[in-house]
């Protein structure tokens, strides 16, 4: 069959049916975080460079002091939370965010994540959006942008492959022994 045929049970679903209302947003807009807002400490300021593909870059830290931060409090994110990369170039950019020592926000160009549990697995869905499949849709929406970004309206109509939350459950499970694996194989 085509790429897009599935097992029994599983299902191709718009990302938006997998989010609560709020579930999905974008940083803060340009203008109402600016460069010479950045601090060395307060609340830390999760940017693109932080996101790596399935892993979470911390080494590169900024923040913004605390009243900075009370205009920007519903840009807040928090362990758990996915973190998703606009620009799109070689590859889809989103991670799991870990718990940090200090409150954080996401920059503009930065989306957050939060699906409903009850359907979707976090883990899964994060693998989900990384998969070939995934970047192949969302770089054909950029197709001819000056700069590759997509949108929180492109995300949240990718399809994501979906089966019940057992499986889920057990694929993640199953691709992080993969990964496990591979890391020993490398050690």
């Known amino acids: 069959g085509s790429e897009n045929d599935l097992p ?15 579930g999905i947003f974008d940083g ?8 010479s807002d950045y601090m060395d400490s307060g609340v830390r300021v999760i940017r693109l460079e932080n996101i790596g593909q399935l892993r979470f870059i911390g080494e590169k830290e900024t923040y913004v002091s605390r009243s ?12 758990g939370d996915i ?16 718990a940090l020592s200090t409150k954080a926000i996401a920059k503009a160009d930065c989306f957050c994540l939060r699906p409903n549990s009850e359907l979707v697995d976090r883990k899964y ?14 770089f054909e929406e950029i197709h001819g942008a000056t700069r590759p970004r997509i949108n929180t309206t492109q995300l949240r109509e990718l399809e994501i ?21 591979a890391d020993q194989l490398e050690a």
Request: net charge positive; charged share 20%.
């Open 8 to 22: 029994a049970g599983w299902s191709w679903t718009p990302l938006i049916r997998l989010l609560p209302k709020g």
């Open 28 to 35: 803060p807009f340009g203008s109402n975080l600016k460069s």
């Open 68 to 79: 900075k931060y009370e205009s920007l409090k519903r840009h807040t994110v928090g362990e």
């Open 83 to 98: 973190i998703f990369a606009s620009f799109i170039a070689e590859e889809v950019r989103a991670c799991l965010l870990p």
């Open 125 to 138: 869905l994060l693998f989900q959006l990384v998969s070939q499949k995934s970047f192949n849709t969302l």
């Open 161 to 181: 492959r979906l089966c019940p939350l057992p499986e889920q459950v057990e694929i993640v499970r199953r691709v992080e022994e993969l990964f496990a694996l």
